[in-house]
């Protein structure tokens, strides 16, 4: 049964989408009474994209731990297996299912335009964490937090860019390791590394996807390796990718490192990744921040106490690298500090 929640916020939307006439539609709409029950439990349907990366176990782990029975919540988990069709089926059962509130952490950008409209017109407040989504109509959903991927992208660039001048690299050529096609973190980080090629000239020698996976990593490592000789740089976007690729690299009789023959990039910051940044095995490892779980229930209970939200919220995220041979980078006139990576920091680390 649902418990009565009536937000400010709901209401607002309700009257927005009435305004544009594609509010619900006449009788077959529930009526606000309906959302109505005695239990203070809170039903949240969070359709999670998969368990492809250490990244998304913690992710998911956040979401778990944070949306508990003991914290108030009755949370309907469904992992996707990376495909946008079950979180499509995912999202059409939580309407059925009535929930007070849909969390999707969406695979792609694109496709969501239907069966968000379905969540409207059926009341359910819709929040978007991690990746983004790409709608025609951004009242779709309530709101959205996550990472800004391209920073990101920009940032690790930049950290490159210095590196290579501070250690007189001629050539920089690239082996890029994209994750998962048409996911937000796979278009920002790969246009942060397009453009800076495009500026540096550095050459992209070789580009394929790795779906955020250490297996997929590790083969499409192997495949680029028998290629190209010259590979110097691999950008994983990534920690599962770059322990694939770094298994190929070895495996091939390369070496990794500061001193090898490759410097592998990544992304995530895990706690696996942080110690192959203690060695050099991964040279720059740019955060993507995981722990979602706290934020999406601190916009919840905005929503519950009628307050307003912010529609889109970036998380803060740090850069670590194995030296300090670049103590910071400067993106659209900001800067942002690079962290020499520590056990210390890695013994703090949450996931
Ligand atoms: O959308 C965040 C990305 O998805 C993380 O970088 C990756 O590990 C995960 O699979």
């Known amino acids: 049964m ?16 009435l305004a544009v006439g ?4 006449g009788g077959d709409s529930k009526s606000d009474s309906s959302k109505s029950s005695s ?3 809170i039903t949240i349907g969070f359709s999670q994209v998969g368990a492809e990366s250490d990244w998304r176990t913690a992710n ?15 949370l309907i988990f469904d992992d996707a297996q990376q495909k ?23 695979v792609t950008e694109t496709g969501w335009d239907t069966v968000l409209k379905e969540a409207k017109d059926a009341d359910i407040p819709v929040i978007i964490v991690d990746r983004m ?28 860019k210095a590196y290579a001048d501070a250690k007189g690299m001629k050539d920089v050529n690239i082996a890029h390791i994209q994750g998962t096609i048409g996911a937000s973190a796979q278009i920002g980080r790969t246009e942060g590394l397009e453009a800076a090629a495009k500026e540096y000239g550095w050459n992209i020698v070789a580009q394929q996807t790795g779906e955020f996976t250490q297996a997929k990593g590790q083969e499409v490592m192997e495949s680029m390796l028998k290629q190209h000789d010259n590979i110097n740089v691999v950008y994983c976007e990534n920690d599962n990718e770059a322990f ?10 390369k070496t990794v490192g500061p001193d090898g023959d490759i410097l592998v990039m990544s992304f995530d910051t895990t706690n696996a990744g942080l110690t192959d940044t203690l060695s050099g095995k991964i040279i720059c490892d740019t955060e993507c921040n995981p722990l979602h779980g706290p934020r999406v229930e ?22 670590f690298a194995y030296d300090d041979t670049v103590k910071s980078v400067k993106v659209d006139d900001k800067d942002y500090a690079v962290t020499k990576i520590t056990q210390e920091i890695i013994d703090k680390r949450a996931y």
Not at 2 to 17: D, E, G, N, P, Y
Not at 60 to 74: A, D, H, I, L, R
């Open 2 to 17: 649902k418990r009565k929640v009536i937000t400010a916020l709901l209401a607002a939307t309700m009257v927005a989408s």
């Open 84 to 106: 946008q069709e079950n979180q499509i089926t995912a999202i059409r059962n939580f309407i059925q299912q009535d929930v007070d509130y849909i969390v999707l952490a969406p």
């Open 244 to 253: 694939g690729a770094i298994d190929a690299i070895e495996a091939a009789g």
């Open 39 to 41: 239990s203070d439990e």
């Open 133 to 160: 989504i790409d709608v025609s109509d951004d009242s779709l959903y309530t709101a959205w937090v996550g990472s800004n991927f391209k920073m990101e992208g920009q940032k690790a660039c930049e950290w490159l």
């Open 22 to 25: 594609c509010g619900n539609k």
């Open 60 to 74: 998911s782990e956040s979401m778990k731990s944070t949306f508990s029975e003991k914290n108030g919540y009755k």
């Open 298 to 319: 601190e916009i919840i209970k905005k929503l519950e106490d009628g307050k307003d939200v912010d529609k889109k919220a970036y998380v803060e995220e740090e850069m």
